[in-house]
């Protein structure tokens, strides 16, 4: 950690600060300058994460040296992680396949579609039981029923499946019936939700937060890596930014950053990316030429009739053309669906 | 609701548009302009919140006539809501203020702040037992010990207390405690959270989201008064832009606008808005002049040994000498502290 | 164009409207809702773009049918547009490559960067001599003589050259060099420099600005066609959001978006779209993927000595690779280097 | 300075690095903590702006501790810089009032309108003569015709106008005329004209970019002010974020935050800030109670005919009322109008 003091700090000032460092068993190191006086502080200074070194009268400003993630970063470990979802391992050779409706929206309705998306390569399934809606007027999920029919798909496709959790309360009903969590993206920052899936050993997909630094996501899955569950597995979803043309602005970006600054598998969700279907196809292939992990992607068998997201569902066909693009791209990286 | 259509609409999706139209029971009306045709639908367009008109292949976009918010609306209730905390109201003349420490920290220095708070001027008191906390390494709040302290506090100095509720598990409790509920940036669309709280009939003090469009918080604020909950008092703390100088950029412009858009109060918290002490004075007159209801802030007696925030919290003279400032602005435009 | 009025207006208003509306030979068709009464007006409601619908007193929110743009559009010409820079297409089935260092720093430097980027695959050159600096205090350029040094690199090599152009008081001098203008970030709505190189028939690389949307882009791109120069070349160089971890976020949605609005090539920037070298490789890789007509690279002979932008700049031996591995990707997607 | 290395450096590297700073003559000190080595240089950091250290390989990252700006910085003058426009001064105990159409559109409607802003108590008059129009197809303003007409304007009502210039050829014509020069927020970064308006001696209103920091702000200042013209007034007219409901977002930090960081005036644009007339006016009164220096104000006789900007105008009543409770404002700080 760097503290700038201001010009002409009282030497009493600077005392005062040095020994709050001291009393964290941390070394300052002064340096001089001809227009300002800096302080290096030598140890953990993870330590000093509760003290605000900058409401001291005489400090200008404070910078971070290290990261404040541990467990996340690659300096705690440095070679992939892979996390086992059903039979498949996300962050190794093969990119996975997420896929299905945004919500489970009845029994015929959801085996249809996972029936079609299984057809067209998809590895695991996706549908909502729970859905956080920004309309209190819109379809909520149909809950504990919408996981069955999950159960009963997984049963009869042998496929994982994975669905959202919105709730600390609805963690444990989750769990009985998931193969892999979701936290959403409103729910990246919501820390007793991700306290309540860090205690379980479940796969966790971890989405980032409309608004979310790349530092802030890592800090959430240190959240649950920190309760003890190490099998995270990050999703750029899209962030928000002035631009309209499309839902969200999709931040490929990451792929390659999350690769330098952590262990963690990286997938990416191109439907909500950019929330228009037309864009999907292209966006899939360059998220896998960038070096994603995998893909989830809204596929629906009549995206005029879905109750949630239908403007950016896929029809079954389409999905299954994308597939045959992306594997294309996999293989022109050295990698497989 | 507007729909626009593809240059060379097909009739027969055309047909299929309008018999869908025709099934909620509303009224197309159809206009052929020389590039393009709209259809004009007549009736409560928030029935089709559920329809996903943009995926029907002739749509090439579907615009918003009537606001997705009712209860929250001036439409609605066109006279402004006055929110009662203990003996005060908020949204009448009198500008409400809310201080204390980010954090309870304990008993003893809790009740000094309280009473400094006080005897500066504050009418509502303010202090965290559960925190929302970016990093797991850092203080997560005193919980139910924190609320204790928090409603001897209001015994003592006679003052209404806020704190934050961060998980539906807790709701509860916190109900037991305290005079306000407050639901921070981060849970601002945690829908679960909202519900539970729709459901009592305690004040709610709603923050904006970091990256909450306003349309969005009225929506959260909607989610409240559907589940029954009238007293909803809306908070601006600062959404998150590309500027570093600042924390956050406090947009007091929703100040006006929320007058326009609704008959719920606002209240500005210039604290978090900017995350620089220096600021906070500025922008707590700016806040009034533009004719906010109330203003939240943080002040603690010793800021450089706060356990969270410290960096943007006032000192209590610092304080004192902010709601003198802010009185003489109150005055200015008719109002009074 | 729609019109959405206040509701309970009068009709002495409405009227002034509609004659408003009349005024400019268009239709107006008004359609009386339960809540809210609209206004479709029939006709090229671009006439309408000089007045200020939203300052009638009846009017509560005006919303646009047709894009703002025409020449730039798919409804203008469907067929995409092949720009011809030298002996190079952009737009068609091969993928263009423009290298070299951001700044041209001297003859010899730059006639070996030259060389570099031409053994590596590079078509096209690519090197300052007007440089935009956010410091008064940077290196500014070399001026006409980095342009004589450019051209003096073509010819050498036989690549055709692109450069910046600042200033309207240079169009004529960088004209006399060049064979490609380009328009930086900074300089996307300086619109008198868009009608000056509008004026000649030279190709213009037309970069996106930090802060634009795409309409915007295109409008910008409008500016250059009607004044008579079909030759643009869209080019994404990453916008700035929230995140910090890059320098900007690349928005690869741009690419099957501009295919889907406009008939003019698109091609991407990776080297300022993330700032960070290690993300060159996969971004260049992706946007590829995507679709991308081109990709602009800086490359550095010794990028630790560059005078700008060296954080950036790629070795010759780096970008070789990246070309070698963009190749495979275009072959997946059936085009070419 | 400080420069972070990466974990495991070689000697051999950071030899190499180390020589580059002492070649600068400035002197690198050495700390090695645990999991970081740092190095503090002492000295001009500024020197190395030129130079790309986070090129080397053994660089993690740079962190610059002096501010950028030299002579914008309040660490060059402590007091505030007054800027005289005709009689006025801007800075000083007066808050000063600018106001005036957005378009010069004709010699009757403007000397109309600046008869109308006198009265209402504007100290200095506006009107754009070259205008920066987002679409080629819209008004562009009467160019020197428009001049013209404001200089008549000042010697009728005698008041000191300002005008928007937008391309260094047209400095000089300009400068003719005006009394001050106004940077639009689209050529806050067009490098060449600050440098142009730099090289004559008359104020300079310099509006904030839509996307750029603060510091860049000040960075383009020092552009004019290095070039030997002190008399610099800022401008925040809004920053664009994702919210829609106002056409950009007010910062109104930025003015305790400049008083901080600089010398310079700082002014507010209410109008483009909000897009929204019925905003105007609260916004106009948080402004002056931040402590801004003046305001700046669209008006215009009859909004719903102007041929820019009408949306945002008010009409001279209504501005005359604001003036009224801006007044009671500046008095409830010890200010005047």
Known sequence: MIIVLKPKTKSKDLKHLISKIKEYKLIPHISKGKERTIIGVIGDERVLQTVSLESFSCVEKVMQILKPYKLASKDFKSTPTLVKVGDYFIGGKQVILIAGPCSVEGRE?????????????????????????????????????????????????????????????????????????????????????????????????????????????????????????????????????????????????????????????????????????????????????????????????NPAEALSDGDQSLLPSEYSKLVKEVEKIAKAIDRKI
């Open 109 to 301: 309705k959801f085996l249809k579609a996972a029936k079609m998306v299984k057809e067209a390569g998809a590895h695991i399934l996706r549908g909502g039981a729970f859905k956080p809606r920004t309309s209190p007027y819109s379809f909520q999920g149909l809950g504990e029923e919408g996981l069955k029919i999950l159960a009963e798909a997984r049963d009869i496709f042998n496929m994982p499946v994975v669905t959202e959790v919105l709730d600390t309360r609805h963690v444990e009903l989750v769990n009985r019936y998931a193969d892999m969590f979701q936290i959403g993206a409103r729910n990246m920052q919501n820390f007793e939700l991700l306290k309540e899936v860090g205690k379980t050993n479940k796969p966790v997909l971890l989405k980032r937060g409309l608004m979310a630094t790349v530092e802030e996501w890592l800090m959430s899955a240190e959240y649950i890596l920190s309760n003890g569950n190490m099998n995270v597995v990050l999703c750029e979803r899209g962030i928000r930014t002035f631009e309209k043309a499309t839902r969200n602005t999709l931040d490929l970006s990451t792929v390659p950053l999350i690769k330098e600054l952590s262990h963690l598998p990286i997938i990416i969700d191109p439907s909500h990316g950019t929330g228009k279907k037309k864009l999907i196809p292209a966006m899939a292939r360059a998220a896998v030429a960038a070096g994603a992990d995998g893909l989830t992607i809204e596929v629906h068998p």
